[in-house]
């Protein structure tokens, strides 16, 4: 069974730049999850979609990141414009709820804002 | 979600078995505890979930104290591999959010 992919690995702009991230989640998990994890702190839900609905999104600066799941399968992340603080290793998971809700992660996209 | 507190760090032998202990004093009573662990630039991994009753599967074994304020995740015969940050969470049912503390880093010495 193939994992969560996730693209690209690394990634380097500049202050103000904009920056996406996709992500596919494993087939058939109808839930998927965005986490940020800053260098040396634990991951931090940003999102989370059910199908291609948002069910929480509280922790999502939502001034300068947005993201989508339109067919309720893969999904993209995107910062504009992106700041200092938001260099993090940007984490897709998903999950079904027949798997106890267990979630798979994806091996993330390293993002350094210069 | 109950809040939980593990050591920052530790060290154990290779071959030797890893136990890792986790407080988790505020828990409900219809909270599971989960373990995670992140190995250098991987996103995290399921190892093991409990709610009463002690759990073994392939990886690791996992004891809750009976009055489920604390418990241990053991990793019987520790390889160079197991070197990773590993993750106690707290998680009532049917929630499927993850709230991932600091964890404890383990390093698995030759």
């Known amino acids: 069974e193939a994992g969560v992919a996730q693209s690209p690995r690394y990634k380097i702009i500049e202050k103000r730049q904009s920056v996406a991230f996709w992500c596919n989640p494993i087939?058939?998990?109808?839930?998927l999850y965005w986490y940020q994890q800053i260098l040396g702190q634990g991951p931090k839900l940003l999102i989370q979609?059910?199908?291609?609905?948002?069910?929480?999104d509280s922790q999502l600066p939502k001034d300068r990141f947005s993201a989508e799941r339109l067919k309720g399968v893969d999904s993209t992340l995107k910062i504009q414009p992106a700041k200092l603080e938001d260099s993090a290793v940007y984490l897709c998971?998903?999950?079904?709820?027949?798997?106890?809700?267990?979630?798979?992660f994806g091996a993330g996209t390293r993002l350094s804002v210069l | 979600d109950a809040k939980t507190t593990q050591p920052t760090s530790m060290d154990c032998a290779e071959g030797r078995a890893a136990n890792l202990p986790c407080n988790h004093s505020?828990?409900?009573?219809?909270?599971?505890v989960y373990w995670y662990r992140q190995i250098h630039s991987q996103g995290p991994q399921y190892i093991i979930h409990?709610?009463?009753n002690n759990e073994t599967n392939e990886m690791a074994s996992l004891i809750i104290t009976e009055d489920r304020k604390s418990s241990t995740l053991i990793l019987p015969h520790a390889t160079l591999r197991d070197t990773a940050v590993y993750y106690c969470?707290?998680?009532?049912?049917?929630?499927?959010?993850?709230?991932f503390g600091q964890g404890t880093r383990l390093t698995i010495n030759p």
């Open positions: 998971a998903s999950s079904s709820s027949s798997g106890g809700n267990i979630q798979y």
């Open positions: 087939s058939g998990h109808a839930t």
């Open positions: 979609f059910q199908n291609n609905g948002v069910v929480d």
């Open positions: 505020t828990i409900s009573g219809n909270e599971y």
């Open positions: 409990g709610l009463k």
């Open positions: 969470i707290v998680r009532q049912p049917g929630a499927q959010k993850l709230v």
